[in-house]
């Protein structure tokens, strides 16, 4: 079985006991009709929380701490130019097809004249960048979003757009990176990557007081 199939199975099966759970206290949980399940969210919202706090805000931290800006820059564009395979595959599944041609020509040339990615030539030739995931192509298909929902680790989401995480995986480039070591230090380094960009975000909602959750 490969990573991405094993992988696949574990988040169906996370997903999956996050859906019975949900069903089984079905009887509402908030007056909210936007957050049925709030009472469900926001205890998922408290163990994520708790995670955050012990580990990824800390890494987060020290990194920053260690690696100057321009190197920071670098890594989030190398991870956003390996994300536009998926944008671009996304696009086409959603008949954007003068999109999907801008993307193409975005990863090109950010893989080449990039230097893999890590230079961002395509934004400053005009080349917008875009967003779309499979959570997003479901949408353009008629599937509706479902009630909000916090899944573990994963964060906010939705019942169709935790589903389309599923799909995302299979147009990650690197979760078909055979070797374990490389694949799990390229998948940590994002995330960590991911969670750095959110702590200047993290100092206004704690200025302003308000509930985190919502």
């Not at 708790?50 to 820059?73: E, H, M, S, W």
């Not at 499979?134 to 353009?140: A, E, I, K, N, S």
Request: hydrophobic share 45%; charged share 20%; with cysteine.
């Amino acid at each position: 079985m490969s990573a991405i199939e094993s992988r696949a199975r574990h988040l169906i099966a996370a997903i999956m006991l996050i859906l019975a759970g949900a069903v089984s206290g079905c009887a509402p949980t908030s007056h909210n009709p936007r957050d049925p399940l709030e009472s469900f969210n926001r205890g998922v919202y408290v163990f994520n929380d708790t995670l955050d706090n012990v580990i990824l805000k800390p890494v987060a931290t020290g990194y920053r701490a260690v690696l100057p800006q321009f190197a920071r820059t670098g890594i989030r564009n190398f991870f956003s130019n390996l994300d536009d395979i998926t944008v671009l595959i996304n696009g086409l599944l959603q008949l954007k097809l003068p999109q999907a041609l801008s993307d193409t020509g975005r990863f090109v040339i950010n893989s080449t004249a990039g230097v893999l990615g890590f230079i961002d030539v395509a934004s400053h030739l005009g080349l917008e960048k875009h967003n779309e995931d499979f959570g997003q192509t479901l949408g353009y298909w008629g599937i509706g979003s479902g009630p909000y929902l916090v899944l573990p680790l994963l964060g906010p989401s939705s019942f169709r757009d935790g589903i389309g995480r599923l799909g995302d995986m299979y147009t990650d480039v690197v979760w078909y990176i055979d070797t374990i070591r490389i694949r799990n230090i390229l998948l940590g380094t994002r995330v960590v990557s991911n969670r750095e960009q959110l702590l200047d975000t993290e100092k206004i909602v704690d200025a302003a007081a308000i509930d985190r959750y919502a």
